[in-house]
């Protein structure tokens, strides 16, 4: 049984899903311009350059035109759109970032401890905290369980075995844990986790990456649940120079 979040840790919830939805946004808009210039033949054209606007004036189609008059505008009111999201990004990150730096009853320092940590930057801080581990787990499997991280038992007669992560959690942390989980590998090569992880690839002549970094990101959850919870440092872990 999970218990419930008081309306100001559920309104803390907000930041981090709200700058998903935009960030979906700014690929959606960057892609539609590049895609009515790449109908011209124009590829090299970054919408979200400083200079975007003095370009579309440069810019020539593949048979040497000048844009038309209506497809300029349409570009142009498609950067005004990338513009205001880009303003509003900055804002919510502005927002996120005093949530889980300053001390305050809803985000305690055990939220910005978490930046100590190499490759642990302030949007991983905020979604890690804010989803999961300002809750109360009683062991590592409720963690797990409640990211879908843990394994799912079968049994037939006088077969027992596992059958993968259930994935009846919450699917934004673990999409989170599992792209953490390969940011570890690379900012925390020399961690016992990693270690693990490379040991256990070997054993399996380099396959079956994808069910062992599943498996390293469940690691990697408990390790920093007992690390906000307990203080324990994860084995092996580089934390950052002040």
């Given at each position: 049984m999970v218990k419930l979040l008081s309306p100001e840790e559920e309104d803390n919830r907000r930041i981090g899903r709200e700058r998903?939805?935009?960030?979906?946004?700014r690929v959606f808009h960057v892609n539609r311009i590049k895609g009515l210039l790449f109908t011209?033949?124009?590829r090299e054209y970054e919408p979200v350059?400083?200079?975007?606007?003095?370009r579309l004036d440069e810019l020539r189609t593949g048979d040497g035109r000048p844009l038309s008059k209506h497809l300029k505008a349409e570009v142009c009111r498609?950067?005004?759109?990338?513009?205001?999201i880009l303003t509003q990004i900055k804002a919510v990150?502005?927002?996120r970032d005093a949530l889980i730096v300053q001390e305050t009853p809803e985000t305690p320092k055990e939220a910005g401890a978490l930046l100590g940590i190499r490759g642990i930057g302030p949007e991983f801080a905020?979604?890690?905290y804010t989803e999961s581990l300002l809750r109360h787990f009683?062991?590592?499997?409720?963690?797990?369980?409640?990211?879908?991280?843990?394994?799912?038992?079968?049994?037939?007669?006088?077969?027992?075995r596992e059958q993968g992560v259930s994935k009846a959690g919450n699917p934004r942390l673990r999409a989170t844990m599992v792209e953490l989980a390969w940011l570890w590998l690379r900012h925390q090569p020399t961690s016992t986790l990693s270690c693990w992880f490379k040991k256990r690839i070997a054993q399996n002549g380099g396959?079956?990456?994808?069910?062992?970094?599943?498996?390293?990101?469940?690691?990697?959850?408990?390790?920093?649940?007992k690390y906000v919870s307990s203080g324990v440092v994860i084995e092996g872990a580089i934390m950052k120079t002040p």
């Open positions: 998903k939805t935009l960030i979906a946004e011209q033949g124009i350059n400083r200079d975007q606007r003095q498609e950067l005004d759109r990338l513009e205001l990150e502005a927002e905020t979604i890690l009683d062991n590592r499997r409720q963690i797990a369980s409640y990211a879908g991280l843990a394994p799912s038992p079968w049994q037939s007669g006088n077969v027992n396959r079956l990456k994808k069910p062992m970094i599943v498996a390293l990101a469940r690691k990697l959850l408990v390790a920093l649940w």
